[in-house]
């Protein structure tokens, strides 16, 4: 297995490179093994979702695909290329963009500001554009319908659940093939959970791979085309959405099923 | 489907004025008026064209310096050895001239001199991870050391009478060291409120880890700050320097980092990082130096000047916390 190519399981039902792939990855923080052996393929066109119990190595996953943590072993593919990162602007470069669990947001900035953050638009080469960047903010709101009163808001002012949605819009406004999601739910309702289903089934619809970790249950089934189950630092299992169910799925999470590692499917 | 983000309009409205007080400029100014007021009832003056030019000079010393303090504190940083840094990039300048440099030439030695001092500061707390407050409270020290050993604890003179015309001369009556500190001032103010990199700075300062996560280079950052910082002290060192005529072992110290971080801190800049204008440290630092002289010209003892200074220092920093806490408390 350890030796698996990369695309030989994608082969088995479609000819297709992975937008994303990471192969045999791990990660020890000191003596802590986060991550043992995480094998993972997005495709263009997917919502994939990441489940697993508290843990399991999810996060650690996600940040080592934003470039903020890098793995210790394996490979992580872009496009079917190795790549290595080395900060979180580099992920930005190789086309990912990523809502983190935390939001990453300053408070003390605007909502038009955060959304620019590390992507700020110029005039000349030194010079802020204050009008751009509060007018492409205005438009991601609006094609997103995320009424907000007014983008010069500072992120502090807002409630849990609108940071959590202008954390998803600043993805979107990156305008990135690959985008990763981490809990983008924890914070919202059930209206505002089904209107973030919605931005990402349109984001998917739109040709781009979408990674997204989450510990809803009914969200992942709604809106999943495939899901990758961890647990204690593997990837225990791949499924597609349509060939299992949730019994199966939350016996891969708890260990009651024992997975095979990157079969996907049976 | 949509999310109404902020309060409703008339929530909005008194948010606004409440923001409004929370300006630090708007108390500031407002003090100032206070305290300029009383003293011109006691000692008309006060307002002479000449006093009020004194206390602008003497403002602009500690406002160049705290122009990069500010920035450097905005981005989550802080320099205790800007009062060392001050007295070295003075002597180093006033060095440079005895040795037969040109006085040019000096001055951008001066400078350099402090640049790398602040680098210096940077690289200890990056690479050593010693806290800001400890590395340059060290480097405090040891740059203090480094001025006496370089002058042998002589001051440094005479300096050429060219580099004295630039601290001590004035233009329609206005003295040049004002006029470079509204340069330097306008050029922070640019740099914090219209360049991409003031946004950065503040994300650095207002949530470093969220700046990481935005791919910002956090470590390139903090550098540029405290070279940024060395450089505004070290330049403040040369124009004092060319002020007095001479090269001073005691021009700085502990007092004028104690001045500069206060100036800052009244002027607004919140000490945890991300909030501050220049406008807020340029009144802070007028104020600093309108109480100064207010108090002498209504003839109050000196002592008062400290206390007074003091509860400012103290409602400035209690009211950032209000500022703060409304920023950065978790709604749900």
Known sequence: MSTEPAGTIAGAFMKEVPALALQAVGKAF???????????????????????????????????????????TGNLLIAGRSVTMRDASEARRHGIAVVHQDLALVECLDVATNMAL??????????????????????VLADLKIRVAS???????????????????????????IMLLDEPTAALGVRETAHV???????????????CISHDLEFVFAHADRISVMRLGNTVATRRR??????EIIGLITGAIAGTGTELLS | MTLTATPSA??????????????????????????GAATALRNPNFLNVGNVTDIARAAVMYFVMACGASLLMIGGGLDFSVGAVFTLGGISAALLMKLGVPF???IAGGIIIGIFAGYINSKVIERLHVPPIIATLGTFFIYTGLCVQLTGGQDVVPLPREFQALGQGAVLGVPYVVLYALVVGAIFWFMIERTPFGIEVRAVGGNRKAAIANGIKVNKIDTLLYVMEGGTASLAGVIYAARVGSGQVSAGGSGVTLSVVTAVLIGGVSLLGGLGSITGVAVGALLL???????????????????????????????DHVRRERLYRIRR
């Open chain 1, 151 to 177: 983008v010069r808001t500072q992120i502090g002012l807002l409630s849990g659940g609108e940071r959590q949605i202008v954390a998803i819009a600043r993805a979107v406004r990156m305008n990135l093939p």
């Open chain 2, 10 to 35: 008339e929530a909005q409205k008194r948010f606004f004025s409440a923001e409004s007080l929370l300006r630090p400029e708007t108390t500031l100014v407002a003090v100032i008026v206070v305290i």
């Open chain 1, 242 to 247: 349509h060939d299992t169910n949730r019994d």
């Open chain 2, 104 to 106: 040019p030439l000096a």
């Open chain 2, 289 to 319: 130096s309108e109480i100064d002289n207010a108090l002498i010209m209504a003839a109050v003892p000196p002592q008062y000047n400290t206390i007074v200074v003091g509860f400012i220092l103290i409602a400035a920093v209690a009211i």
């Open chain 1, 30 to 72: 000191g003596q802590v093994k986060a991550l043992n052996r995480v094998d993972l393929e997005a495709f263009s066109g997917e919502n994939h979702f990441i489940v697993g119990d508290n843990g399991a190595g999810k996060s650690t996953t996600l940040k080592i695909l934003a470039g903020i943590h890098g793995a210790d």
């Open chain 1, 197 to 211: 289903g919605e931005i990402l089934n349109n984001l998917r619809n739109a040709g781009k791979a979408i990674i």
């Open chain 1, 118 to 139: 590390g992507d700020i638009p110029r005039r000349g080469r030194f010079m802020l554009d204050r009008r751009r960047m509060e007018a492409e903010a205005a438009d």
